[in-house]
């Protein structure tokens, strides 16, 4: 199992395995700053439009989020669908999948008694409610560096279990496939199944088969190979 091909094969899976985990952590950092970016957006149009209706005051700052408590659901309504959708992400605790945000529909539904809850009222709702996505990230620093590292830090031998059945001598096939851990292994290397426990009948017929095909290799190098120095090699 310590093949150089083995190693070789074993190194290129780890080195995939840590790439394509990499991809995946950088895609998912992606799509954070997508939604932590398009939410400062949209706190920017709102504390605008409050401003310019005179519920904010002239330089007040209009990424400051402590100021979304002056604004009223006229405000919000000024907001599209879009906006609305990365505002209730970016704020809605609550929120367990985001096809749970409901249309955007009129701001006379908030208004209807009972209300009907639409983007609009749902994002009015948790205006005052902390921000889930600045200042955090879908993974620390720490996680990004172990698999940005990875190809550097992937040893040139790996640690391969050696099986040792028959020390130095010669062993039989038949040993080997009464050997779990060896099946294991080859099952393992070739992609096929464990064939379990090997009968003795079959374990004899294997070390008979193996004792015939070098006899018959024997045979057949002496009649191919015409130069008799050449029949052991």
């Not at 209706?53 to 006229?74: I, M, T, V, W």
């Amino acid at each position: 199992m310590n093949h150089p091909y083995v190693c070789e094969q074993r190194r290129e899976e780890a080195r995939t395995h840590c790439q394509s985990k990499l991809q995946r952590m950088k895609g998912d950092y992606a799509k954070h700053m997508i939604s932590v970016d398009a939410n400062r957006d949209t706190v920017y149009i709102l504390l605008k439009t409050c401003q310019k209706e005179g519920y904010l005051e002239d330089g007040a700052c209009l990424s400051d989020e402590n100021n979304l408590k002056f604004c009223l659901l006229e405000h919000v309504d000024a907001l599209k669908a879009p906006q609305l959708k990365a505002f209730v992400i970016a704020h809605n605790d609550e929120l367990t999948r985001i096809s749970d945000i409901p249309n955007r529909d009129k701001l006379g539904e908030c208004k209807a008694n009972p209300p009907l809850m639409n983007s609009i009222l749902m994002a009015f709702n948790c205006q005052r409610k902390p921000n889930l996505l600045e200042g955090k990230q879908p993974h620390s620093a720490e996680e990004l560096a172990v698999y940005d590292n990875a190809d550097k830090s992937i040893a040139d031998d790996f640690n391969v279990t050696v099986v040792r059945i028959g020390g130095d001598n010669s062993v039989l096939h038949g040993n080997l496939l009464s050997d779990p851990l060896w099946r294991s292994n080859v099952s393992r290397l070739l992609n096929v199944a464990d064939p379990g426990e090997v009968g003795h009948e079959s374990l004899e017929k294997a070390n008979l088969l193996v004792k015939l095909l070098r006899a018959r290799f024997k045979r057949h190098a002496k009649t191919r190979i015409k130069q008799k120095s050449k029949h052991a090699h």
